[in-house]
């Protein structure tokens, strides 16, 4: 099956996290189909936490990706901070 996960980046207590479309088997930080999106929760200053690219999550969801549930949450943070197009 195909989940939608965070692997893990950054360097020892700074972590920084990548939004990806894997394969269940692989290891987390592993080979990847696509990356699309990051969260940094230590992000301060001007960088941006959470970046997603939500037009990729929901076609991965459409075709039967599954996301975790901290992708999940973090998928509902951003269409929050997504700004409406008017």
């Known amino acids: 099956m195909v ?6 980046g950054g360097a020892n207590k700074r972590p920084f ?8 088997r692989s290891p987390r930080d592993g080979r990847s189909i696509e990356r699309v999106g990051y969260y940094n929760p230590i992000a301060t ?3 941006i936490p959470l970046l997603v690219e939500l037009e990729r999550v ?6 039967g990706a599954q996301p975790t549930l901290k992708v999940r949450q973090l998928i509902k943070l951003a269409q929050k901070q997504q700004p409406v197009a008017a």
């Open 3 to 8: 989940k939608i996960r965070l692997a893990r």
């Open 17 to 24: 996290y990548y939004i990806v479309v894997a394969d269940e």
């Open 45 to 47: 200053g001007k960088e």
């Open 58 to 63: 929901s076609h991965w969801i459409g075709v």
